[in-house]
């Protein structure tokens, strides 16, 4: 079956360090693989996603690239901020194809980051 | 209203109630889903329904009923639950196209709490 491995945390850095979360997964097929943040008392708002290998999702200063080869898909910001600190969540679409069909995503624990000013 | 939206934000209930949360999406989105976040545990997709059919229940309990009138529109009816129910209840939904990526867009969620 699908999983989807992160680091969970917390992690905590100091505000203008440099962000890495590590994400591992594994798939049966060719999956997209997604971002999503959240922050306290809200849902999961979209990061960024790649659908290919290869491809460099990004946004807000997030970036993350699709590694088919390690099978991975490592968040890393240049310089965080305090209102960055929010839980990190990982996860995959597997391209089932099945007529079509809707599938769910499949989700990493999440990772608790804090940024101290 | 934009995106996706839940109600109630909150909800307690005893074990004996019954109650319904409602999701609602104003993106024209065909596909919309259940999940269930628990603290420590990776989020649960529960149900899963396109173009308003049920395509999966990932093995749920018969107290959670999901129900779906048309493709805008997602509730999940609740009776009977246990304390181990509490958690929040996000909805999401997408726009699916078959082969290809299929981004989700998450509400708010339902923080409901069984006691």
């Known amino acids: 079956g699908n999983s989807v491995t992160q680091m969970e945390g917390p992690v905590t850095l100091s505000e203008e360090a440099f962000l890495t979360i590590n994400c591992t997964y594994t798939?049966?097929?060719?999956?997209?693989l997604f971002w999503y943040v959240q922050y306290p008392g809200e849902g999961l708002q979209l990061l960024l996603k790649a659908t290919k290998a290869d491809d460099k999702g990004s946004n807000k200063g997030f970036e993350a690239t699709y590694r088919k080869e390690t099978t991975s898909f490592h968040l890393e910001k240049g310089s965080v901020q305090v209102s960055d600190s929010a839980v990190y969540f990982c996860a995959l679409s597997d391209d089932h194809y099945s007529g079509g069909g809707a599938d769910g995503l499949t989700f990493g624990k999440g990772t608790h980051l804090i940024i101290q000013p | 209203e934009t995106g996706v939206t839940q109600t109630p934000r909150h909800l307690v209930m005893g074990m004996t109630n019954k109650k319904s949360l409602k999701c609602e999406q104003h993106l024209g989105h065909n596909a919309m889903y259940w999940y269930k976040q628990s603290a420590k545990k990776p989020l649960e997709l529960m149900f899963v329904y396109n173009f308003k059919e049920q395509t999966e229940n990932n093995s749920v309990p018969s107290r959670f009923s999901p129900e779906c009138p048309n493709s805008s529109h997602l509730f999940l009816h609740l009776h009977t639950l246990q304390p181990e129910d509490s958690a929040l209840y996000l909805c999401a939904s997408s726009q699916n196209r078959g082969q290809g990526l299929r981004e989700q867009y998450f509400g708010p969620g339902t923080r409901l709490t069984v006691t």
């Open positions: 798939a049966t097929g060719y999956p997209s």
